[in-house]
């Protein structure tokens, strides 16, 4: 059974997601089964790379709310990331263009290393004082930390071509299957969970999207013996 999920770095309930979907996952029985995959979305898109900003200023002129009001909200969701023991700044952070995080990421899904790199990322932007955006090295840092070459990720960045299509893909994916938001997971295609539901949420996707799981029923015609290549050749007609 395949899982996509569909995610930011720029997220905090992509972070909690992850957390949550993560520990029904290692209860599921077939968990060994499930292969999942993250894919790219990008919350603001339109926002130039190096134009970095306060998160709560980002909240407060995003929402139309004050500073104090986004700072309660970042409270909330830090007592919501404790209680999934995840690390998680309510003050001093700040907001940019998550683009070069997905080309990486796409780097890093073809070298098998993508789970690692987003942990990676959600810890430094979540949970670590060092900002992610703006800084092409600490990108660089963070995927070598995740198991990826240096000069591999430094090429990715240099070049602003690599890895787009994948990411623009991803999202056009994901406007095609109606996620406007994000986290976003996709179970077989069949079914899909919307934001950041609570642990029990996923083990009952995951338990029926897997007991929905048909075998293959082969559609024969009774009597008949149909001809068909094999590891021993090609049935011959006989005349």
Same mark, same amino acid.
């Given at each position: 059974m395949r899982v996509e999920i569909w995610s930011d770095i720029a997220c905090p309930w992509c972070y909690v997601g992850k957390a949550r979907f993560e520990k029904a996952l290692a209860a599921f029985p077939h968990r060994d089964q499930v292969e999942v995959v993250h894919r790219s979305f990008e919350l603001d898109p339109n926002r130039v790379k190096g134009d970095t900003q306060p998160v709560l200023a980002m909240l407060a002129e995003k929402y139309g709310m004050s500073e104090e009001q986004a700072q309660s909200g970042e409270e909330n969701l830090g007592?919501?990331?404790?209680?999934?023991?995840?690390?998680?700044?309510?003050?001093?952070?700040?907001?940019?263009?998550?683009?070069?995080?997905?080309?990486?990421?796409?780097?890093?899904? $073809? %070298?098998?290393?993508?789970? @690692? !790199?987003?942990? &990676?990322?959600?810890?430094?932007?979540?949970?670590e004082e060092r900002s992610v955006f703006g800084d092409d090295e600490r990108l660089v840092e963070l995927a070598v930390a995740a198991g990826l070459g240096a000069d591999a990720a430094r090429e990715v960045l240099a070049d602003p071509a690599a890895y787009a299509d994948d990411v623009r893909a991803d999202e056009r994916e994901a406007a095609e299957l109606g996620a406007n938001g994000v986290p976003f997971f996709v179970l077989d295609r069949t079914y899909g969970v919307s934001g950041a539901?609570? $642990? %029990?949420?996923?083990?009952? @996707? !995951?338990?029926? &999207?897997?007991g929905e799981r048909s075998p293959l029923r082969l559609i024969e015609e009774p009597g008949t013996d149909a001809a068909a290549c094999g590891p021993d050749g090609c049935a011959v007609p006989q005349g």
């Amino acid at each position: 059974m395949r899982v996509e999920i569909w995610s930011d770095i720029a997220c905090p309930w992509c972070y909690v997601g992850k957390a949550r979907f993560e520990k029904a996952l290692a209860a599921f029985p077939h968990r060994d089964q499930v292969e999942v995959v993250h894919r790219s979305f990008e919350l603001d898109p339109n926002r130039v790379k190096g134009d970095t900003q306060p998160v709560l200023a980002m909240l407060a002129e995003k929402y139309g709310m004050s500073e104090e009001q986004a700072q309660s909200g970042e409270e909330n969701l830090g007592n919501q990331a404790a209680a999934e023991g995840l690390d998680y700044r309510t003050e001093g952070r700040d907001h940019g263009n998550t683009f070069d995080m997905h080309r990486l990421l796409h780097l890093a899904k $073809a %070298e098998g290393r993508q789970d @690692a !790199l987003l942990g &990676a990322l959600y810890r430094a932007n979540f949970a670590e004082e060092r900002s992610v955006f703006g800084d092409d090295e600490r990108l660089v840092e963070l995927a070598v930390a995740a198991g990826l070459g240096a000069d591999a990720a430094r090429e990715v960045l240099a070049d602003p071509a690599a890895y787009a299509d994948d990411v623009r893909a991803d999202e056009r994916e994901a406007a095609e299957l109606g996620a406007n938001g994000v986290p976003f997971f996709v179970l077989d295609r069949t079914y899909g969970v919307s934001g950041a539901q609570p $642990a %029990e949420v996923f083990t009952q @996707a !995951l338990t029926q &999207a897997w007991g929905e799981r048909s075998p293959l029923r082969l559609i024969e015609e009774p009597g008949t013996d149909a001809a068909a290549c094999g590891p021993d050749g090609c049935a011959v007609p006989q005349g």
